[in-house]
């Protein structure tokens, strides 16, 4: 079955550090999306990326999506402690008509 | 205030004693779904509705229960809770099932032992 795995699982990084977490399908997908999911929290949505190539920006985030719809990107510049928190990108895809949430990425900023 | 709303929102129960997590949301979405998350594995899909009296299996169905009678509601039932169970579940709603964010609610932590 389709498989949405990021890398990596966890990183910490000193305040105003780059981060970069990595999102990799085993299908094409027709969109993507990323959610945080602050420490004890509930994730919550940030933003969706639809076309093949697409490159989307909110403030110090910038998200990717490659060419071949198969894998996709956040990158956030300067990362702060508000940053903290797990990154889960989830793609539809595939027969199934299913939104399949990858493994997740634990970022921890140390001030 | 558009929401999804879960309860409870921790629970401890014995192996073998049924249970339902209510989940209902105030946004008229067509589509909700409930999921488990666990350390290391992201969140998995359990089941899924696109619509009342609709409901098919996400990725890890077993041991569980749902039902769609109301478009607002979709309850999550444990038949006989096992300690592999123990997780925490949420769960979302959205517009539609694809290009349609989706809401979360706050979560219920169960424990099962």
């Known amino acids: 079955g389709q498989q949405v795995m990021q890398i990596p699982q966890y990183q910490h990084v000193q305040e105003g550090e780059d981060f970069t977490t990595y999102c990799n399908s085993s299908?094409?997908?027709?969109?993507i999306q990323w959610y945080k999911q602050r420490p004890g929290g509930h994730p919550v949505f940030l933003i969706q990326?639809?076309?093949?190539?697409e490159v989307k920006k909110q403030k110090r985030l910038t998200f990717q999506f490659g060419e071949a719809k198969k894998n996709s990107s956040l990158h956030i510049t300067a990362t702060q402690t508000t940053d903290v928190g797990t990154y889960f990108c989830?793609?539809?895809?595939?027969?199934?008509?299913?939104?399949?949430f990858g493994t997740g990425t634990l970022l921890a900023v140390q001030p | 205030e558009a929401q999804v709303t879960q309860n409870p929102r921790y629970l401890i129960t014995v192996t073998g004693k049924k249970l339902t997590v209510t989940c209902s949301q105030n946004?008229?979405?067509?589509?909700m779904s409930w999921y488990r998350q666990d350390p290391g594995l992201g969140l998995r899909q359990i089941y899924y509705?696109?619509?009342?009296?609709?409901?098919d299996k996400g990725d890890v169905p077993e041991g569980y229960k749902v039902s769609r009678k109301e478009k607002r509601n979709f309850p999550l039932i444990l038949e006989s809770p096992s300690p592999n169970q123990t997780s925490l579940y949420f769960c979302?709603?959205?517009?539609?099932?694809?290009?349609?964010?989706?809401?979360f609610g706050q979560g219920t932590r169960l424990t099962v032992v």
């Open positions: 989830a793609g539809n895809g595939g027969a199934t008509n299913k939104l399949i």
């Open positions: 509705s696109m619509n009342v009296e609709v409901t």
């Open positions: 299908t094409t997908l027709s969109n």
């Open positions: 979302a709603s959205s517009l539609r099932e694809k290009v349609a964010e989706a809401f």
């Open positions: 946004m008229n979405h067509e589509y």
């Open positions: 990326l639809v076309k093949s190539g």
